[in-house]
């Protein structure tokens, strides 16, 4: 079975430009979570979806951060404009739902803010 | 203060070694709790779930105290493959969704 998958794997830009990372989740996974982790720090939920629908989004700074699931499958996650302290790894991660609901991660998305 | 705090180490141990790590959670309405491993530049993966009456998985123990509001991880005859950081995580609801990430405790088992 496919894992999550997350591109690209690294992105260095400079403060003020815009980045967009792409998950696609574990196929027939209905919910996808977006994580920022900070070096040193554990990972911090920033969005999660339910299907295409918004569950949680308490902790988005939505006024740069944005992040959409069209069609319930893939996602995007967007930063616009960003700021030095943006640099982290932006982890994906899916459940599929039921007792346990695991939560299983993508590799991640290394933002190298200049 | 954090909802989730563990001690950062780094934990330096022997193979063959007994370590333990401890994690203590502040919000009481936290109803499921877990021990993920992250390794070095790689995403996090469950090593497992806590229950109340404590949990085992060969080399590994978990122990949750509800009461105290601590949650420890016990690893058993240390590996070099143990060398990880574990991330303690507690959920609010009753499954791994919402999902609360302490800082992680670093350990490194030695030769």
């Known amino acids: 079975e496919a894992g999550v998958a997350q591109s690209p794997r690294y992105k260095i830009i400079e403060k003020r430009q815009s980045v967009a990372f792409w998950c696609n989740p574990i196929?027939?996974?209905?919910?996808l979570y977006w994580y920022q982790q900070i070096l040193g720090q554990g990972p911090k939920l920033l969005i999660q979806?339910?299907?295409?629908?918004?569950?949680?989004d308490s902790q988005l700074p939505k006024d740069r951060f944005s992040a959409e699931r069209l069609k319930g499958v893939d996602s995007t996650l967007k930063i616009q404009p960003a700021k030095l302290e943006d640099s982290a790894v932006y982890l994906c991660?899916?459940?599929?739902?039921?007792?346990?609901?695991?939560?299983?991660f993508g590799p991640g998305t290394r933002l190298t803010v200049l | 203060r954090k909802e989730v705090e563990q001690d950062p180490g780094p934990f330096n141990v022997p193979e063959g070694a007994t370590v333990a790590f401890n994690c203590t959670y502040s919000?009481?309405?936290?109803?499921?709790f877990f021990w993920y491993r992250q390794d070095c530049r790689k995403e996090p993966k469950l090593l497992m779930s806590?229950?109340?009456s404590g949990n085992e998985d060969g080399r590994f123990t978990a122990q949750l105290n509800r009461a105290s509001q601590y949650i420890s991880l016990l690893i058993r005859d240390s590996k070099l493959s143990d060398s990880a950081t574990y991330l303690c995580?507690?959920?609010?609801?009753?499954?791994?969704?919402?999902?609360?990430f302490g800082s992680g405790t670093q350990l490194t088992v030695l030769p």
């Open positions: 196929s027939g996974h209905a919910t």
């Open positions: 806590v229950y109340s």
């Open positions: 995580v507690v959920s609010r609801t009753g499954s791994a969704r919402q999902l609360t």
């Open positions: 991660a899916s459940s599929a739902g039921g007792i346990t609901d695991t939560q299983y």
């Open positions: 919000n009481s309405a936290s109803q499921s």
């Open positions: 979806f339910q299907n295409n629908g918004v569950v949680d």
